[in-house]
């Protein structure tokens, strides 16, 4: 066993509180993926399992990507920045622009990677608005969720969108040239104060402990298995031709074998090793009996408990059951914990 890192840690309890109470900020820069072209709707309506040509100017989709096995290889948001272009918002561009070259075929589109021309900066939390209304030249209060929109900053352009990675109902995402993030930083240290709004520092915070707490994944719990078993289905769009359709298809028709769900425990000092640690993960065994495999380790700050993800083999073991990682006893729950 360990002392736990996350439980006793005053920042990381302070940062991560203060998001789901008044609102916290955070440079938080994912890659992205311009596409554009007369064929980029094809393109991306061929490679992800979303609808992405009835997305309007503005609004974003989130979505994935799978291989011809109908396993994911990425989970995306993909916005429509006008007619026949795109950005596409990842972790894994490097890994991205090959697989479109790959599968373009014939088709009139180009994509590059735009990471370089923009700084993100997260705003999450209750009273996110608040200080985005102080923050921007223009309010954001009609903002519509997963839209992005033109904005400024004491008229230097920016891009603002409603979102993020913190499960709160409130939040935003502004995208600023990086001659000129400076900027953000500034005003946002002399707004947050106003609302006890906290600057967040910490990775694990920004990446694990506010994302777990609302069901949100990272690739560590997605990549090879399927839309399916992780219960990201409900956006498939099954009228279309997609990579991997046939596949999927076939585990639709016979059912999952596996599903993601979360787990908690009631013991303070843990030593549960999850995929985002490198390997396979703990087992997770009922009787002695291995039935799946521990994605992710991470603590709830508003439940104050260890939680985590666990891909479970769906014929052995159910939500309510107690079962056993590396000794330790833990139940089965819904994988959003609150």
């Avoid at 996350?6 to 609102?23: F, G, I, P, S």
């Avoid at 990425?74 to 920045?81: F, G």
């Avoid at 969108?161 to 502004?174: A, D, I, P, Q, S």
């Avoid at 999850?274 to 002695?288: D, M, R």
């Amino acid at each position: 066993m360990y002392k736990n890192v996350y439980k006793n840690d005053a920042m990381k309890r302070e940062e991560h509180m203060a998001v789901r109470n008044t609102a916290g900020w955070y440079l938080w820069t994912h890659e992205l993926v311009e596409v554009e072209g007369p064929d980029a709707t094809s393109l991306l309506e061929y490679l992800f399992t979303g609808s992405i040509g009835n997305l309007a100017p503005s609004r974003a989709r989130y979505t994935t990507m799978l291989n011809e096995n109908g396993q994911i290889i990425d989970d995306v948001v993909i916005w429509c920045m006008g007619e026949n272009k795109y950005w596409v918002s990842t972790l894994y561009a490097k890994r991205m622009i090959p697989w479109f070259a790959e599968h373009k075929g014939e088709r009139e589109v180009e994509f590059k990677n735009i990471t370089k021309q923009w700084d993100m900066y997260a705003v999450q939390g209750p009273k996110s608005k608040d200080i985005l209304n102080e923050l921007l030249d223009t309010p954001v209060d009609d903002q519509k969720f997963f839209q992005i929109l033109d904005n400024a900053i004491g008229g230097v352009p920016v891009k603002v969108n409603r979102g993020g990675f913190t499960g709160e109902k409130w939040g935003y995402e502004v995208y600023i040239a990086p001659e000129n993030t400076k900027l953000v930083v500034e005003k946002l240290r002399q707004i947050a104060p106003k609302y006890d709004a906290k600057q967040v520092t910490d990775i694990q915070v920004m990446v694990w402990t506010l994302p777990v707490e609302k069901g949100f994944c990272t690739m560590c719990d997605l990549h090879w298995y399927n839309p399916l078993e992780v219960g990201l289905d409900r956006g498939i769009k099954w009228d279309k031709e997609f990579l991997g359709k046939e596949a999927l298809l076939k585990v639709k028709e016979e059912g999952p074998k596996r599903t993601l769900l979360g787990w908690t425990t009631e013991e303070e000092d843990i030593n549960i090793h999850g995929k985002h640690l490198g390997g396979p993960g703990c087992v997770v065994e009922l009787n002695g009996e291995e039935v799946g495999r521990v994605t992710k380790t991470t603590y709830s700050y508003v439940l104050d408990k260890n939680v985590g993800y666990a891909i479970v083999d769906n014929s052995k073991v159910k939500v309510g059951d107690k079962v056993i990682m590396h000794g330790h006893e833990c139940i089965l729950c819904d994988k959003i914990f609150f």
